[in-house]
Every structure is written in C-alpha cells, then in structure tokens.
C-alpha cells in the first residue's frame, strides 16, 4: 500500500507538472548532489533560427550553401534541421534530394547531392578531422554552428541561433540555494556552452561531447561520489538518462527519453524540477 502522504503528493506532482514513472526516483530526489542539464532542447527551447549563412568559397552564393544543406537536413530530425529548413522555405529555394544518407553521431550528417558528397557538420568533426576554420573564426562565435563541406572542401557555413527557456534561470537559482551543482553536458560548442553556462550562473559544463562520452561523463561524476540526476530531451541523452542516478526527460523531447528517465516534466518546463526537489524533500520529511 502506497502510504497517505505518498499517494497526496503524486497528485500534488501531477499539479506540477511532474510524472512520476519510478516512485524511487522520486523518492531519491532529495539525495540529489548533481544535476546535469543537456541544453538544447531543455534549458534552451530548442528552436533554431538561421542567422548567418557565409560561404567560403568565391564561386559559391550564400543561397546555394543552405540550398545544398537543406537537402540532408531534410532526412534529418534534429533541431537544427527544423531551423535549417525554414529558412530555405523562407528564402523560396526548391530542396534538392540527397541520397546515401547518413547520420555522423553527434556531429552532423552526409549524403550524396547532385552527385557531390556533402557534409553538414560540427566544428567538433573539423577538429577532428584537422580540416581548418577560417582565420578569427571562433572569436566571434557565439552561436551554433554548422559547416558545410562539398567533396572534401569546406564551403561555409549556417550560424544557428535558440533562445533559453525563460524559466530556467530560477531552476538554476534554486538548485544553488538547495546546495546542488548544476552542470551543462552538450553536444554543442564550446563558446555556445560558456555563453548558456555563464548567463544561467551553473558550476560548469561540458562542451563538444559525443552521445555515448555524455553517459561517460555521468559515470566520472558519480565516481566522485555524486549523487546525480541528468535532464535531457533527445535520443542521444537516453543513455546518459539511464545511467544517472535520477533520469529526468523534458516531455517534449523524444520518445525514448521519456521512455528512459524515471520522471518527466510534463510541460517541459525546467522550473518544474524545483517542485521535485523541494516536494521530494517535504514528502519524505513528513514520513520519516
Ligand atoms: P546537443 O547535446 O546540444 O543536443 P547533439 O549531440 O544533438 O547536441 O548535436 C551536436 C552537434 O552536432 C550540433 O551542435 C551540430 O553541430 C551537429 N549536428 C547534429 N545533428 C546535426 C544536423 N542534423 N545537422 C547539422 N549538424 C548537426
Ligand atoms: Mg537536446
């Protein structure tokens, strides 16, 4: 039998826009040392507006660059594609087809484009792949972005901008004052995670991480003896999700997220998190 003062609080919860799947997730909220934030799609809202095309190369115009783009994003169901594909519709351009496609996780997409290899990528995946930037590139980057590369060369590229949840900075102010580190764990790049980390006031954050190093990186906190719970939307969190102490999935992201996580934020609203916690805390308090 569910006690009185449980069975109150799961409805109060629903309230607050809080499904609890697993009643032991909910009940270990209150050891909650860590929490890690995905951030595209959780503490930002998840949508891309297009705010600079460049194009690197003399004999390519912007609108063929988002052109060519736009023919892999269309395979694709990331945010950025949503963002990219506006854009195109925007400008009126026809989106060509692209074949062969394939997803280069957590980095980007290919597929072949009129008979070219084009990539839309990371400027983790340039790292990687020691394909140089443009001089003072970085400096000036505090959006996402996204490189085009057409039979091995970089061609330009789509800067990307999303807005933060208005509700997230007093998600983070209260995790602060409850004594909880908040930790920004992203895909995305580094200046992008700063900017986000920095203006929400979060201990930290972790930039530029592949989809299997973001469950990696859950594993290292908790050998530091965190207790710690990780909130995401997408399929790429959903390992992370399960391997966090409390998995916590934002109810408009993904399937498998929710499927994974042992709570969900019905509204998808990251203040929502300061209710479990501080219910998680009153409930078990009247018990004991
Ligand atoms: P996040 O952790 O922010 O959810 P992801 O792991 O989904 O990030 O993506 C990481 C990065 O990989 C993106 O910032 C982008 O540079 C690149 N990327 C992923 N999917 C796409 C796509 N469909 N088109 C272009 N770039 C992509
Ligand atoms: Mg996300």
């Known amino acids: 039998a569910v ?3 449980v069975a109150k609080s799961t409805a109060l919860s629903a309230k607050h826009g809080l499904l609890i799947k697993n009643r032991t997730a909910f009940e270990n909220s209150r050891k909650i040392t860590t929490m890690v934030f995905d951030k ?3 503490l930002t809202i998840g949508k891309f507006e297009v705010s600079k095309i460049v194009s690197l190369q003399k004999a390519l115009k912007e609108n063929e660059i988002i052109r060519l783009a736009s023919a892999l994003e269309q395979q694709s169901e990331h945010p950025i594609a949503t963002g990219i594909l506006q854009k195109v519709k925007d400008l009126k351009i026809p989106v060509p087809k692209a074949e062969n496609f394939k997803a280069i996780s957590g980095q980007g997409i290919e597929a072949t484009v009129e008979g070219k290899k084009v990539l839309v990528v990371s400027p983790g995946y340039l790292k990687e792949n020691k394909i140089r930037t443009p001089d003072g ?3 000036n980057v505090t959006e996402t972005v996204v490189f085009l590369i057409i039979d091995k060369e970089l061609a ?3 800067a990307l901008s999303d807005e933060i949840r208005p509700e997230s900075a007093e998600a983070i102010t209260t995790l602060k004052q409850e004594n909880i580190k908040s930790v920004l764990l992203t895909g995305d790049n580094s200046k992008v995670a700063a ?5 929400l006031g979060m201990d930290s954050f972790i930039a530029e991480v592949l989809p299997h190093q973001k469950l990696e990186k859950i594993k290292e906190l908790q050998s530091k003896g965190g207790f710690v719970a990780m909130t995401g939307d997408g399929v790429n969190d959903a390992p992370a999700l399960a ?3 409390i998995g916590i999935a934002v109810g408009s992201g993904s399937d498998i997220a929710a499927e994974t996580a042992g709570i969900v934020l019905v509204n998808s609203n990251p203040k929502d998190i300061v209710s479990l916690i501080l219910f998680g805390k009153a409930t078990y308090r009247k018990m004991v």
């Open 3 to 5: 006690p009185l003062v």
């Open 40 to 42: 595209t799609g959780t």
């Open 137 to 139: 590139f970085t400096a």
């Open 156 to 158: 330009g590229y789509i």
């Open 195 to 199: 900017s986000v980390s920095n203006t």
């Open 243 to 245: 391997q966090a102490d």
